[in-house]
């Protein structure tokens, strides 16, 4: 019987009812994009330096989990060292640099043939291999979203490149120029940011990690698998507190649209409460009455949260190819929490409001 | 009942002026359901104090039907919020079925109310968003002992809202609306039915069929109702008629 009070005061006036539930719906996509864009990007990332082949990374001591953003420190006669104790394959340093042109991309600067060797090379879709100076290879996600192909001419960090090929995603990086092209561009001569190091085994990741941390004690030297499960919105520090701000500011917006509906809507209903009271209705089912409303809001202002956000993404993937955007079950509920928390306590004022009203006053409200 | 026997009712009920036990048939010795003893409301607005009731003094027995008139603003409305425990008395004692409002909390008078009271008033305060039917049975719901179809369909025949239940409010005439309010304050069995003007906005024909209806529940279920009118025609329905003038009841006569 509550419920339908609560479904028939919820359709009363249909364009307050509408606005609370795309607002509790911006909510909630706002929130599922934000986690799912940057655990889109990162899982990119990651998939992408899984690709790479490498068994482990080096990474000088301070640097970032978050290979954009490392800076190049290490020279890169070390790698040599790393190659020469037992059971390497092979080493690939790489210097990386972030690009802004057009997007945020990142660039890795590698000799082509050490590169090769720990990533047993690129499958070329057109053109060749790095060979002059200005080379450049992009991916086919980049090619196709920067409408690029062999022959092409690339402005990239204030340089003009020659598109040498396009090679296949999911080695690292989108984008390829020589490592010593970076290096003079970016004013690092002849300093990695990390090493790929290749096992000639497999199974001795964990041996070899142990004789490049007895060698270089204080870097970071992570087997490429550790390194994966670390790659999480909540591990990239920066990132961290974005999305953070990020959700709370999607909860401000649903508990404020939800108390300022409320708080009108029981003035408007000021008599409605007024009847209750005289049929003996306790403050308890008044508060639980217009509580079951806000539920009732929350719960449409979810679903249509949860389609906006498909929406959104299937948009983005047309507009922005390299754009990943995961949409996860775990996420899905905790913006539904969220959006259900904040709405429930944006309607705790006004209910209790309601349930103080004086009876006899309230039934004489016009 | 023939016409001799209908006006041997009458005599007796004039003849009992004094006390009104002697118009409940057969029970002289009923304890009153409802009783009030020097009873005030009064009313701060600003730096004055209006006193709306000033000793009030009454007693209603269970199966009476009692009617009260005055003027306006005698004090009617407030004597019954506070008889029903929708407002506080500042002083004095209420007591409701043996239980002393005036000593309880506000949630306790709530509970009383929503067990033993149902109000039916002026403006017929149905809630505009459920169709007649869940104007009902949300009454029935409130009081806890959820929906009784049989007590449903008992009440709503007795009032001839049959055909009208799947209506909303606006949609109902007056009379209807009334009889929805009647219907509502009577689904749960009350003690006592409170009435405040219920036919202050209605027509001639309407009144005269709700004034009907509150007589037969009274005669039929025995529901011990009060009455609040400005009509003496409407007060005619009534056992007894107390009239108010300025927050007391100045007497008590039964009405003819
Ligand atoms: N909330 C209130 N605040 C101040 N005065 C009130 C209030 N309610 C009623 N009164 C006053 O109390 C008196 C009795 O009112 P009421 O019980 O409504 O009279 P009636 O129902 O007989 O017309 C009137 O003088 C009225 O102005
Ligand atoms: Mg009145």
Redesign the interface.
Same mark, same amino acid.
């Given at each position: 019987? &509550?419920g339908?009070?609560v479904w @028939?005061?919820t359709?009363?006036r249909p364009l307050r009812t509408l606005v609370s539930i795309v607002a509790v719906g911006v909510e909630v996509s706002l929130i599922l994009l934000i986690v799912g864009l940057t655990h889109g990007m990162l899982r990119e990332v990651a998939k992408r330096i899984e690709g790479v082949g490498a068994d482990i990374m080096v990474q000088p001591p301070s640097a970032s989990m978050f290979l954009a953003f490392s800076g190049a420190p290490m020279p890169v006669s070390i790698g040599a060292r790393i190659a020469d104790l037992p059971h390497v394959k092979a080493v690939a340093p790489v210097l990386v640099q972030l690009s802004s042109s057009g997007g945020l991309d990142v660039v890795y600067g590698i000799d082509p043939s050490s590169f090769d060797a720990v990533s047993n090379g690129f499958v070329y879709l057109q053109g060749h291999r790095l060979e002059s100076p200005d080379d450049v290879l992009v991916d086919d996600w980049y090619a196709r979203a920067r409408n690029l192909k062999a022959g092409d001419t690339l402005h990239l960090l204030g340089h003009n490149f020659h598109v040498a090929g396009v090679v296949e995603h999911g080695k690292g990086a989108r984008v390829f120029v020589q490592l010593k092209t970076l290096a003079q561009l970016t004013g690092s001569p002849d300093k990695a940011a990390l090493f790929y190091v290749k096992c000639d085994v497999p199974g001795q990741t964990a041996l070899v990690s142990k004789e490049i941390g007895q060698l270089l004690p204080r870097y970071q030297i992570r087997p490429i698998r550790e390194f994966l499960s670390l790659m999480t919105a909540t591990n990239v520090p920066g990132l961290n507190t974005f999305v953070r701000s990020m959700i709370a500011l999607a909860a401000a917006i649903g508990f404020l649209v939800i108390f300022l509906s409320m708080y009108t809507t029981i003035i408007e209903r000021t @008599?409605?409460i007024? &009847?209750?009271? +005289?049929?003996?209705? +306790?403050?308890a089912?008044i508060v639980r009455a217009l509580l079951g409303e806000t539920a009732l809001v929350c719960a449409a202002g979810i679903v249509t949260g949860i389609l906006m956000s498909y929406g959104a993404s299937l948009l983005m993937r047309e507009l922005f190819p390299t754009l990943t955007i995961l949409i996860t079950p775990g996420w899905i509920l905790r913006a539904m929490g969220l959006a259900i928390g904040a709405g429930l306590a944006g309607a705790t004022y006004p209910a209790w409001l309601a349930s103080r009203k004086d009876?006899?006053e309230a039934?004489a409200y016009e | 009942m023939n016409r001799e026997a209908w006006s041997a009712v009458a005599e007796t009920a004039k003849i009992a002026v004094e006390d009104p036990r002697s118009l409940v048939p057969g029970a002289p010795d009923l304890e009153p359901i409802v009783k009030t003893e020097d009873l005030w409301k009064v009313y701060r607005s600003g730096a004055l104090d209006v006193p709306a009731l000033r000793g009030v003094a009454m007693e209603v027995l269970p199966g009476e039907f009692v009617a009260i008139m005055g003027p306006s603003g005698c004090g009617k409305s407030t004597l019954l919020h506070v008889i029903g425990g929708l407002a506080q008395a500042t002083r004095g004692r209420v007591l409701l079925d043996g239980n002393d409002l005036s000593e309880m909390t506000d949630a306790g008078r709530t509970k009383l109310r929503r067990h033993k009271v149902g109000f039916v008033f002026q403006r017929f305060n149905l809630l505009p968003t459920l169709d007649a039917r869940g104007n009902i049975a949300i009454a029935q719901h409130i009081h806890g002992d959820g929906f009784d179809p049989h007590r449903f369909d008992v009440v709503t025949h007795m009032l001839g809202l049959a055909g009208r239940l799947r209506h909303r409010p606006a949609e109902l005439s007056g009379g209807e609306q009334q009889r929805v309010a009647i219907a509502r304050a009577i689904i749960n069995e009350p003690k006592i039915l409170l009435a405040d003007e219920p036919t202050g906005n209605l027509d001639t024909k309407n009144s005269e069929s709700v004034l009907h209806m509150l007589r037969q529940l009274n005669q039929q279920l025995g529901q011990t109702t009060i009455l609040i009118t400005h009509n003496p025609e409407a007060a005619a329905f009534a056992h007894r008629v107390l009239h108010m003038r300025d927050g007391q009841i100045v007497d008590s006569i039964p009405a003819d």
């Open positions: 019987m &509550i339908e009070l @028939r005061n359709l009363h @008599r409605d007024g &009847i209750l009271k +005289s049929l003996g209705a +306790s403050k089912y009876p006899v039934l | -």
